[in-house]
């Protein structure tokens, strides 16, 4: 079964400096992965995502995600935070030959991102 | 834009109830989820639906059942409510790739 794994619970960064997230996944073919935010009183929004092709992915409000195959890991980082980004973060992944997602995606428990003044 | 609803954000019931968890979506997409979020678990998957009468069971299907009778809407019941189904839950649709979520629904079974 594939699973997910966020090691940090919460992590706290000054504004201005640089963020990485990490995430862990298990899974046995290529997988499809995730990155969501979710604001304080706020549905699950997309970052970004990797289906294949460059490891390096550019997503919204900044954010990109590398896909390491040989660690088993999709990190996401941010140059220079804003007080905005403070939320939680949530990993996922999904199933290939769901195309994506299609059967659900299975999360990680989640970083809770706090940023400092 | 792709609009996923829920009925309620919030909601409160008492235990043994019957209650209903509407999700409605406006984008013609066939795949739609019903997922639960809980602090330090993330999100779990309930169930899941590919069409119209379709269903399949998720991660953690125990004490939900689901509907479906139209495209667009897709439906969470909890037969008898229990405390320990006080959560946030979470709908989605999608297409291939890309799940879009509803705000939620925070219900309190008391």
């Known amino acids: 079964a594939q699973s997910v794994t966020q090691p940090d619970i919460h992590i706290t960064v000054s504004e201005g400096a640089s963020l990485e997230l990490r995430c862990n996944y298990s899974y046995g073919a290529t997988p499809y992965l995730f990155w969501y935010v979710q604001s304080p009183g706020q549905g699950l929004q997309l970052l970004l995502k990797y289906f294949s092709g460059d490891t390096l992915v550019q997503g919204i409000k900044g954010f990109e995600a590398e896909f390491k195959r040989s660690q088993s890991s999709f990190n996401l980082r941010k140059p220079s935070v804003h007080w905005s980004d403070a939320a939680e973060y949530f990993c996922?992944?999904?199933?290939?030959?769901?195309?994506?997602?299609?059967?659900?995606?299975?999360f990680g428990k989640g970083t809770h991102l706090i940023i400092q003044p | 834009d792709v609009k996923v609803t829920q009925s309620s954000r919030y909601l409160v019931k008492r235990t043994g109830e019957k209650v209903f968890l509407e999700c409605v979506q406006d984008m013609d997409h066939e795949n739609m989820f019903w997922y639960r979020q809980d602090p330090g678990l993330g999100l779990r998957l309930i169930y899941f639906?590919?069409?119209?009468?379709?269903?399949e069971k998720g991660d953690i299907p125990e004490g939900y059942s689901v509907s479906r009778e139209k495209k667009e809407r897709f439906s969470l019941i909890l037969e008898s409510a229990s405390t320990n189904q006080t959560s946030m839950y979470l709908c989605a649709s999608s297409l291939p790739g890309h799940q879009f979520f509803g705000p939620g629904t925070r219900l309190t079974v008391l």
């Open positions: 996922a992944v999904g199933a290939e030959g769901s195309g994506g997602g299609a059967d659900g995606l299975t």
């Open positions: 639906s590919y069409d119209v009468k379709m269903k």
